[in-house]
T-cell receptor
Framework: RKEVEQDPGPFNVPEGATVAFNCTYS??????FFWYRQDCRKEPKLLMS???SGNEDGRFTAQLNRASQYISLLIRDSKLSDSATYLC????????????FGKGTTLSVSS | GAVVSQHPSRVICKSGTSVKIECRSL??????MFWYRQFPKQSLMLMAT?????????EQGVEKDKFLINHASLTLSTLTVTSAHPEDSSFYIC??????????????FGPGTRLTVL
């Protein structure tokens, strides 16, 4: 089983749609969780950290379910500029260690 | 946010040559830096963890004699791809950990180096 798994998509949605991505991780000792956005041929950019209590940043909401070992990202009111690949990342064990990335989920928002 | 630079951004070289990639944290000190590699349509794969003043820790399957890592200062880590071959062509990205004393220290990524070996 891979350490971090994501549905690669692509997710093709119209502007204004709500879209959700899930990610599962295998190591129950992982402590920190993140969503990154990566545009074509660029480095990943931190979108948001993910906490057990859930957190929201504008149109983006992230959730963590430790019992089931999955994290989710919800994007509301999709914009054309949201088109990108979304990577979930978890620390291997204690916080501060290297990030292990999923393969990424590709989102394409069309007008 | 913190800034991490990489140099060069793109390099094309002949098979058999060595290529050095620099990763610098510009406005913070990074005791730990990480090197990743990303093949087209694949995820970022961790290659090694680089700690200032000590030997790097390599991931399973990554040849330490081929991918030489040096982290001589708190702001600079280098990755040297020795005797590069076409299969080493990839996008190499470093990240630096900005220690804030909290439990979720943020990692900042460099812009990446695209290596093409002919």
């Amino acid at each position: 089983r891979k350490e971090v798994e994501q549905d690669p998509g692509p997710f093709n949605v119209p502007e204004g749609a709500t879209v959700a991505f899930n990610c599962t991780y295998s190591n129950s000792a992982s402590q920190s969780f993140f969503w990154y956005r990566q545009d074509c041929r660029k480095e990943p950019k931190l979108l948001m950290s993910v906490y057990s209590s859930g957190n929201e940043d504008g149109r983006f909401t992230a959730q963590l379910n430790r019992a089931s070992q999955y994290i989710s990202l919800l994007i509301r009111d999709s914009k054309l500029s949201d088109s990108a690949t979304y990577l979930c990342a978890v620390t291997r064990n204690q916080a501060g260690t290297a990030l292990i990335f999923g393969k990424g989920t590709t989102l394409s928002v069309s007008s | 946010g913190a800034v991490v630079s990489q140099h060069p951004s793109r390099v094309i070289c002949k098979s058999g040559t060595s290529v050095k990639i620099e990763c610098r944290s510009l406005d913070f000190q990074a005791t730990t830096m990480f090197w990743y590699r990303q093949f087209p349509k694949q995820s970022l794969m961790l290659m090694a963890t680089s700690n200032e003043g000590s030997k790097a820790t390599y991931e399973q399957g990554v040849e330490k004699d081929k991918f030489l890592i040096n982290h001589a200062s708190l702001t600079l880590s280098t990755l040297t791809v020795t005797s590069a071959h076409p299969e080493d062509s990839s996008f190499y990205i470093c990240s630096a950990r900005a220690f804030t004393g909290g439990s979720t220290d943020t990692q900042y990524f460099g812009p990446g180096t695209r290596l093409t070996v002919l």
